[in-house]
């Protein structure tokens, strides 16, 4: 079967940095997304690996490792506005975007 | 760009009643687009996949006959849910692909959610 594994929930200080990881089984590999979603509203886009590395945008990073199955997504310099929760998404080989359960990030003065 | 809007935010229905939830991609063409259902405190859960010009694929364990896609349109996706009764009320968020990217680059622009309560 299809698997996103993520943590239930992470928290961190403000200022700080953290690191969110992800693990898949999936039918095939065809792109890892991440995507914030705030309490009540929809998921907004964040980042986008199809190639192993890291893939840096301002305060976010994304790290991929398709050999391991491995992503993470990596926050600095943490505000409170980032306290949320952050979905993994992979599409598998049939195009089908596969869903991890998110990660609650609380983020604590 | 890349704007997705829904409507109604929110509503409140009898339980029996029907209610229409419109998904709209705003400045681009969307020939497929997706409905979800978020339960508190759970993940999304993708209902069905909503092509233009033909029949939506549901989601193993999703009523097509209680869900209703209507994809009309390359802008527009309806979602009813007939014959509601609380255990239906949720957060239904849809979202759109752009047309023409390529299959793998999979980016779904979502819609701001449906608060659908039944009392």
């Known amino acids: 079967g299809q698997n996103i594994d993520q943590p239930t929930e992470m928290t961190a200080t403000e200022g700080a940095i953290v690191q969110i990881n992800c693990t898949y089984q999936?039918?095939?590999?065809?792109?890892l997304f991440w995507y914030q979603q705030h309490a009540g509203e929809a998921p907004t886009f964040l980042s986008y690996n199809v190639l192993d590395g890291l893939e840096e945008k301002g305060r976010f990073s994304s790290f991929l490792s398709r050999s391991k199955g491995y992503s993470y997504l990596l926050l600095k310099e943490l505000q409170m506005k980032d306290s949320a929760s952050y979905l993994c998404?992979?599409?598998?080989?049939?195009?089908?975007?596969?869903w991890g359960a998110g990660t609650k990030l609380i983020i604590k003065p | 760009g890349a704007v997705v809007s829904q409507h109604p935010s929110w509503v409140i229905c009898k339980s029996g009643t029907s209610v229409k939830i419109e998904c709209r991609s705003l400045d681009f063409q969307a020939t497929t687009m997706f409905w979800y259902r978020q339960f508190p405190k759970q993940s999304l859960m993708l209902m069905a996949t909503s092509n233009e010009g033909s029949k939506a694929t549901y989601e193993q364990g999703v009523e097509k006959d209680k869900f209703l896609i209507n994809h009309a349109s390359l802008t527009l996706s309806t979602l009813t849910v007939t014959s509601a009764h609380p255990e239906d009320s949720s957060f239904y968020i849809c979202s759109a692909r752009i047309s023409g990217r390529l299959p793998e680059y999979n980016e779904q622009f979502f819609g701001p959610g449906t608060r659908l309560t039944v009392l």
């Open positions: 998404a992979v599409t598998d080989s049939n195009y089908q975007l596969i």
């Open positions: 999936t039918s095939g590999f065809n792109g």
